[in-house]
């Protein structure tokens, strides 16, 4: 079954240092990757997602991630975050017509 | 569109009561799901839908049961809350249940037993 992990439950960053959110997934077919944030008190929404085509996806909000098949890892990245950026972010992968969720990770940043 | 809504966002029931967690969808989306959102836990799947009259279990059903009798509503029911179920429940929905859909999610019900 598809497992999802993502590295780091806590980050706290000030504003305009530059962010990046590990997540490794386990099965190795077909692969599509999603990010979700949850800004605070808000419900989630999609971030980005990978399907086929370009590893790098970009996504809202200046975000993107690198899908590394090798490394079975779909990292996200922002050159430089705001405080807005403060959330909880979360890696999902499908296990057929469901979704599986990496533990989140809430980034803090300060202004 | 009013997408996913969920009523009601907050609730506080004791031990032993019982509940029933609202979702209503107006995409006209096949699949609706249930999580539980526990801190560091991520979500975990409670019970999904793939269309009107079919359900089936997730990752955590225990405790919890479901009805899908139209499209747009998939209710989620507790029967004798206990403490273990204090969480954040969201339910979401897809349209074809593809794995590359993405999940359109309510704003939460924060459900405290105690």
């Known amino acids: ?111 | 569109n009013a997408g996913v809504t969920q009523t009601p966002k907050f609730r506080i029931l004791k031990i032993g009561q019982s509940m029933t967690l609202q979702c209503t969808q107006d995409m006209n989306h096949n699949y609706m799901y249930w999580y539980r959102q526990d801190p560091g836990m991520g979500l975990k799947l409670i019970y999904y839908s793939v269309g009107a009259g079919i359900t089936d279990k997730g990752e955590v059903p225990n405790g919890y049961n479901v009805s899908r009798s139209t499209t747009e509503d998939f209710p989620l029911r507790l029967e004798l809350a206990a403490p273990s179920q204090t969480s954040v429940y969201f339910c979401a929905s897809t349209n074809r249940g593809r794995a590359s859909d993405e999940q359109f999610f309510g704003p939460g019900t924060r459900l405290t037993v105690l």
């Not at chain 1, 692969?31 to 399907?51: A, I």
């Open chain 1, 1 to 111: 079954a598809q497992s999802v992990s993502q590295h780091n439950h806590h980050v706290i960053l000030s504003e305009a240092a530059s962010l990046e959110l590990g997540c490794n997934y386990s099965y190795g077919g077909t692969v599509n990757l999603f990010w979700y944030v949850q800004y605070p008190g808000q419900h989630l929404q999609l971030l980005l997602k990978y399907f086929s085509g370009d590893p790098l996806v970009k996504g809202i909000k200046g975000f993107e991630a690198e899908f590394i098949k090798s490394k079975f890892s779909f990292n996200l990245r922002k050159p430089s975050v705001q405080w807005s950026d403060t959330a909880e972010y979360f890696c999902a992968a499908p296990a057929g017509n469901k979704l599986t969720f990496g533990g989140g990770t809430r980034v803090l940043v300060k202004p």
